[in-house]
């Protein structure tokens, strides 16, 4: 079972379980296709994308801006639908779930950041971070709990009571990865990071995720065009052409 219906408390906790099963790759992608309407006419964006994940491991997608980046980690996180291919997590295909079940999949199993944080600016920073919590039936208090322990981790002990709309562009982007890790995925699934951050704050962001990435046992899919940051990766890959080129 890829979905995990334990108690809240212990997700809460950070005990993830999330043993792969022998032979089991963590996450296949086969043979995914996506396409959208471009005033009525037909554009390919993803043709025939292939790649794998063991858990754990660190994965940069690279490419020119509009080739389709975004676009797979949307379909990866199961936040869109393919037009075509498979998706498995730890060998269960996910996207045979009915709607609720994938979307109690999500909430367990998959963190993400995305492209333009989309947090509620005129909430907290603990309202923001325990927001994924509330979603998945914890208590208020159980929430900021968990949002706080998350946001002191990032660094942010100082700005838990902040409505976001104060906080920096660096502040922001470090509440969107509180609220990207309050459930303790399994994988976290981040668009564009450090996008709009100078120099420093980006590097305060790329320690944190390598941090995390040890020690939450993490695996981490990051779309960048940060090359130092594509570095800090164990693997990269590029899309180009609407497939995925590199070591898949
Ligand atoms: N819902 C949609 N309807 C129509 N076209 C779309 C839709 N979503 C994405 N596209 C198109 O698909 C292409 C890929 O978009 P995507 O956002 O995945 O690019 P990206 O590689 O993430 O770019 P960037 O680096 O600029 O963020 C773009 O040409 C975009 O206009
Ligand atoms: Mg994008």
Redesign the pocket.
Known sequence: MVDDRKSPEKTLDGKNGGHVAAGRRFVEVQDIHKG???SGMP?E?LKNVNLTLDQGETLAIV??????????LHILGTLDRPDQGKLLYQGEDVLTFDSSRLARFRNRFIGFMF?FHHLLPEFSALENAGMPAMINGYTRQQAKKAAEAILVRVGLQDRLRHRVSKLSGGEQQRVALARALVMRPKILLAD?PTGNLDTQNSDQVHELLMELNQEFSMTMVV?T?NMQLAAFMSRSVT?VDGQIVGTC
Not at 63 to 72: L, N, P, Q, V
Request: proline share 0%.
């Open positions: 959208f309407q471009d554009i964006i490419g020119a801006s509009g080739i389709g980046k975004s676009t797979f492209q564009e779309v065009h899309i």
